[in-house]
């Protein structure tokens, strides 16, 4: 069997990554089903299904308990829970079912286990009952070791066993006269003698029958009840996966599993609910409740009852025994929890996993230490019924992902029988017991935590992948661009990253900056795809994927062919996001003659001795290496965006960003964010209240209201001359800073001396800054490189003065001009504006993103 058509009940997993690594262990797996598949397929529908699951669902209970559990519940609550249980198992046949057809089945089965049961017919005390219990046990140890097909055979023959004594049995009911059955009860270190009556069909005795009339348990001395008789009858009804666990040793596990399980069902069913009657019509309450063997006194032939109950019990023991080897064999082998499991993985010659078949004897073996059935019957009935509702709750998931391959060819089930199936098991649980309940929720959720933190990835497919996209294509239609209110504006980045062992902090940085927004990294690869073969890009995907889950940051990834640069980004801008999540904003790293630094291989994700720095991307470039883009391309950029309505932020020198130290010392005396929202290349225009000073202040203010930044303090400045009255702009600048939310601390600064450096230049009389967006129109040239290089170091200066140095600062990014032959000049006068600042976000808003409204 291919490992690709692998789709079992196990492979669905409710919770895919990939390198050499995962690779590697894939191939381990695939080694070990391989050899797994070496052992040929022998058994038909009907040893290697209906046998078993009949066998397993009878056992002990059918000959032991079904007459406690009608002496207690009467005839009308006995059919009841016959019909409650068969109900949920029922449910949850036509999920197994529905997942069984669904393409071709591997061994394991549906990953589930059950233990056994003891039975004490001869001399009786704890230390005997485990000692029949052990050897009873050693028993289906040998026949296990053996293997599948000697197992087939042996679990043949015990049902025709069991099927002879079945047949004695209805037959006594009718042939056998009335008799008084004398039951010695044990009590402490005396015993009393009570009477049962046969009286063979008595409409008398069927009518003193019907009602309930719960006691006490003999053999516990607990008082009996609806849940607790229902828990130890249930135990009777479960073993429905005898035959899907045992889908590796069948010819055609699609076929075979649907056909027999359902068979196995309705035939048990049918003799539950005859054999039901038939007691309740013949047999007295006294006979029922206190005597578990009352089979053995009316039978035409009592032997053979005594047969019947060891076959029965040593089929149900090893028809446990072989599934839940089975299935802990299909855990180990596809590393589920890592190495906890690596015993169970050794296999024979022949293919049958021993050592899982050795481990699972030793659990079960464990389990004979607690006694009685009754005992355990509560917290086995619960974990059975855990079972069923994952199993549910699996075929549920895969019918709501509505994923094309899941087409299975038994159709008899829909989404409303599976949520049937898990409200009956769930509220069954509780009813039986609070308790074990609630515990096995707990065992269940440890369970999880372990396969999450222990199970590597792997290459199968995880569910939750399709019920994730399922859903996000669904609110994705949901989500209306037409509808957008600056009131729920948030930042969706798209950030540009030529190689990220030089951008590795700014990623991190942009990560804080999006605010639950939509975050894509993109790159972009200049290769012609005429003149290659296939496309390069499928294969650094896996880089960058696994960089982002190294970086810890929420982000996509979008890579692109081009033959330029800005023509890369232009179609990033118009391809990236989906629907109503789309980049609105483009981040840029700044351009400069700086040497790139490789910060990847120092940055805290990769310092691990166990770890290595990602192999996929080249080395940072040289200094003496050329560019892949020009300064004019690069203000293209800039100017490309700004005309298709995007935001832009360009980051400098945020590779000397140290995030963590700023944190530590952020416990002593907070760091700082400095924002600067005036224009400081046309401080003839220069005014607060401008959509870019506004989007300018938003992003500072999102920036602090991330968790890791949250100890920061804004500090605002505004740049007054003499004048101008300062006062009054700075109460304006307080009243619209109150009236957006944001918590900052304004700092007034003067700068006569650097704003008549510009006027000097210009040879124009000087003119303040205006506060208000009616006071721009000023007849001054419309581009932001009419100023002075000594005008900009003067800038620089102002803003280095400004003490303490803050973490990060934010400056107003003026529009590139409309002249294209600018374009140097105007990233040369942002070099000089943005030269030893440090870390530094240049910021141009194009869109609204405040609101005064709630």
Known sequence: MASSERSALLTYRLCGGSGEEERGRERARGRARAAASAAPRKLPTFLGVVVPTLLSMFSVVLFLRLGFVVGHAGLYQALAMFAVAYFIIGMTVLSVCAIATNGALDAGGAYWQKVGTGVHILPQSYWYELLYGTILLALCLVVCLVGASIYAKATFLIFLIVAGVLGTILISFFATRPIGVPIHL???????????????????????NLGGGYGVDYTTGQMMSFSSVFAVMFNGCTGIMAGSNMSGDLKRPSYSIPRGTISAVLFTYLVYNLLAFLMCATCNRTLLQKDYGFLRDISIFPPLVTVGIYAATLSAAMSNLIGASRILYALARDDLFGRALALAKKTS?????????????????????????????????TFFLLVYATVNLACLALEWASAPNFRPTFRYFTWHTCLLGIAGCCVMMFLISPVSASASLGFLLLLLLALHYLSPSSTWGYISQALIFHQVRKYLLMLDVRKDHVKFWRPQMLLMVQNPRGSARLIDFINDLKKSGLYVLGHVELQDLDALPSDPLQAQQDSWLGLVDKLNVKAFVSLTLAPSVRHGVRQLLFTSGLGGMRPNTLVLGFYDDTAPQDGLAQHPAFTSAR????????????????????????????ADA??????????????SLDKAWELRRATSSPPSIHVWPINLLRPDSARYADTCSLFLLQMACVLNMTRAWRRARLRLFLCVEAGAMPHAQEDKLRQLLKDLRIQAQIQLVPWDAVVSLHWQAQRAPPGGPALAEEESSVNFPANATQVSDEYVCAANKLILEQSPTPAVRFLYLPRPPADTSLYPLYLHHLDLLTR??????LVHGVSAVTSTQL
Do not use: C
């Open 836 to 841: 030893d600042l440090g870390p530094t976000v």
């Open 186 to 208: 044990p009590h402490f270190n005396s015993s009393e003698t009570e009477d049962g009556f046969f009286t063979g069909f008595s409409f008398t005795t069927l009518r003193d």
């Open 349 to 381: 010659a022949s293919g049958n996993p021993v050592m899982a078949v050795i481990l699972s004897w030793l659990l079960v073996q464990l389990v004979l230490f607690s006694g009685k059935l009754n005992t355990i019957a509560g917290v086995v009935t």
């Open 611 to 638: 770890e290595e720095v990602p192999l996929g991307f080249p080395p940072v470039r040289a200094p003496a290496a050329p560019k892949l883009l020009s300064a004019r391309e690069y203000v293209g950029i800039v």
């Open 642 to 655: 700004l005309k298709m309505l995007r935001n832009v932020l360009l980051a400098r020198h945020l590779e």
